[in-house]
Nanobody, 117 residues
């Protein structure tokens, strides 16, 4: 079955960097777009970034992270990455990866990112 496992979260000071990973199994990873979302305490889930399945790897970002976050994928490793730079306290959230396959949204368990001094 489809499995998505996020990792790489942690505690970082404002202005710091983290790279999150999402490792997939149970489906043809290269054929599907991959999304990152986040949920901050007391807030709705927010879309963060998407990378397409196309060979050009087209990407899109939420305005709140544009210019600071970079999404990428390594199809042979079945892994997507979210490089996060110049982190702010408002980036504190649980980060999830997501794939839409067979009319179902599949989610990982999430990884906590805390930005605090």
């Amino acid at each position: 079955q489809v499995q998505l496992v996020e990792s790489g979260g942690g505690l970082v000071e404002p202005g710091g960097s983290l790279t999150l990973s999402c490792t997939a199994s149970g489906f043809a990873f290269s054929q599907y777009a991959l999304n990152w979302y986040r949920r901050a305490p007391g807030s709705e889930r927010e879309w963060v970034a998407t990378i397409s399945s196309a060979s050009d790897g087209a990407v899109a970002y939420a305005d709140s992270v544009k210019g600071r976050f970079t999404i990428s994928r390594d199809n042979p490793k079945k892994t997507s990455y979210l490089q996060m730079n110049r982190l702010k306290p408002e980036d504190t959230a649980v980060y999830y990866c997501n794939v839409y396959r067979s009319r179902t949204y599949h989610w990982g368990q999430g990884t906590q990112v805390t930005v605090s001094s």
